[in-house]
């Protein structure tokens, strides 16, 4: 059963914080994503990794950096974080084979900014 | 610029009874359709998807319809039960290098008991 951990589920920091979120797979899914979710606007993707060391910027990449050092995990960086980024933000993890690209989310990680 | 539209936000339902959610694309270049349920304080769930070469799909009590022409697919849940109260995302992917999946806003669904 695939997992995709999100390590923290609830943060609160303040404008101009450096934010870390961090995110887990178990499965050695090639693929991994991140999203945020707001209402009215549905999953907006910011940022994909198809590799190791690789990333691609996705719809709403400003703002945001991510890192992916090790094929499991997969990290969003917010270098200053500002209140329009106080939203949820879920990671995701698919398989790098033909077919459906079904994404596996984590639980996702709530994250506002004062 | 939505790609993918769900112009609904919220249904109600009454339990036994089918729900219908509906969504609209407008890239004809999207080749699988999928539908994701998403409960409060979870991650989305992958329920059901249809590649753009199959007008239907069915998995139990959950039936997608793809209409390729009018770009609208939509999910029929028969009998709907009040544990299927959650939002339902319809999500699109064009099936080339890019593994971009493309959500829409959502839709609220209420089952009544």
């Known amino acids: 059963d695939v997992k995709v951990t999100q390590s923290s589920r609830y943060l609160v920091k303040r404008t101009g914080e450096k934010v870390f979120l961090e995110c887990v797979q178990d499965?050695?899914?090639?693929?991994m994503f991140w999203y945020r979710q707001d209402p009215g606007l549905g999953l907006r993707l910011i940022y994909f990794?198809?590799?190791?060391?690789?990333?691609e910027k996705g719809d709403i990449p400003e703002g945001y950096s991510v890192s992916r050092e090790k094929k499991e995990r997969f990290s969003l960086i917010l270098e200053s974080a500002s209140t329009n980024q106080t939203s949820m933000y879920l990671c995701?993890?698919?398989?790098?084979?033909?077919?459906?690209?079904?994404?596996?989310f984590g639980a996702g990680s709530r994250l506002t900014v004062l | 610029d939505q790609q993918v539209k769900q112009n609904s936000p919220s249904l109600s339902v009454q339990e036994g009874r089918i729900s219908i959610l509906n969504c609209d694309y407008t890239?004809?270049?999207?080749?699988?359709f999928l539908w994701y349920k998403k409960y409060p304080a979870e991650g989305p769930t992958f329920l059901i998807s249809?590649?753009?070469?199959?007008d239907k799909n069915e998995d139990g009590r959950f039936t997608v319809f793809l209409n390729k022409s009018a770009k609208h697919l939509s999910l029929h849940i028969v009998p709907s039960q009040p544990g299927d109260s959650a939002v339902y995302f319809c999500?699109?992917?064009?099936?080339?290098?890019?593994?971009?999946?493309?959500f829409g806003s959502g839709t609220r669904l209420l089952v009544r008991p």
């Open positions: 995701a993890s698919s398989t790098g084979s033909s077919g459906a690209n079904v994404l596996t």
């Open positions: 499965m050695d899914h090639e693929n």
């Open positions: 990794s198809y590799d190791v060391k690789m990333k």
């Open positions: 890239n004809s270049m999207f080749d699988y």
């Open positions: 249809i590649s753009s070469i199959k």
């Open positions: 999500a699109a992917y064009v099936m080339d290098s890019s593994y971009k999946l493309i």
